[in-house]
């Protein structure tokens, strides 16, 4: 069975700071992994993806993740983030195409100025 | 418009009553995916269709019912609604071959 830990709950940082977002997975097949983030009173929106290739994967609004296999994480990072980066930040697992995502329980990124 | 639509956007119901939240998918995605997200829990998988007529449970499917007569709709149904089920639903859609899905604006569901 495959799940998504994600080891933090919330993280606060300062505005213009360099934010990591972490997120640990276990499975025993090969897994596609995203992140998506979800503002207030939103939807998700997907921010990047990593399906296989280069294991450094960029995506929108400045944010990238790096696949490390061995130690089976994706983690989010940003070098540095403004307040309207504010929200949501969801890891999320799947097999192979078709199957549905497992998400972790999310992580609450808050930006103060 | 293109796309995956939810409705309602927002609902109150009370205990006890049936209730059935609409998804509508623009693409023929054969794949289609109902998760309910909760605070501290993240999002999880109710129910999931990988055809019109092909449905299967997912982590979380009790008190709920869902069918996919077309391609294009999959309504979720709580029969017999319970506070516990006071949640935001999210409905997704997938090709077939491909991993990313694509999820609409989520139904904010309160049960009183």
């Known amino acids: 069975a495959q799940s998504v830990t994600q080891l933090d709950s919330q993280v606060p940082v300062f505005e213009e700071a360099p934010v990591e977002l972490r997120c640990n997975y276990s499975?025993?097949?090969?897994?596609?992994l995203f992140w998506y983030v979800q503002y207030p009173n939103q939807g998700l929106q997907l921010l990047l993806k990593?399906?296989?290739?280069?294991?450094l994967v960029k995506g929108i609004n400045g944010f990238e993740a790096e696949f490390n296999k061995s130690q089976t994480s994706f983690h989010l990072r940003k070098p540095s983030v403004h307040i309207s980066d504010t929200a949501e930040y969801f890891c999320?697992?799947?097999?192979?195409?078709?199957?549905?995502?497992?998400f972790g329980k999310g992580t609450t990124l808050s930006v103060s100025s | 418009d293109a796309g995956i639509t939810q409705s309602p956007r927002y609902k109150i119901t009370e205990t006890g009553r049936q209730v059935t939240l609409m998804c509508h998918q623009t693409w023929s995605h054969s794949y289609m995916f109902w998760y309910r997200q909760d605070l501290g829990h993240g999002l999880r998988l109710i129910y999931y269709s990988a055809a019109a007529d092909i449905t299967d449970k997912g982590e979380v499917p009790d008190g709920y019912v869902v069918s996919r007569s077309k391609t294009e709709n999959f309504p979720l149904t709580l029969e017999s609604a319970t506070r516990s089920q006071t949640s935001v639903y999210f409905c997704a859609s997938l090709l077939a071959g491909v991993a990313e899905q694509y999820f609409g604006p989520g139904t904010r569901l309160t049960v009183t």
């Open positions: 499975s025993s097949v090969s897994v596609y």
């Open positions: 999320a697992v799947s097999g192979e195409a078709g199957t549905a995502l497992i």
């Open positions: 990593y399906l296989s290739g280069s294991t």
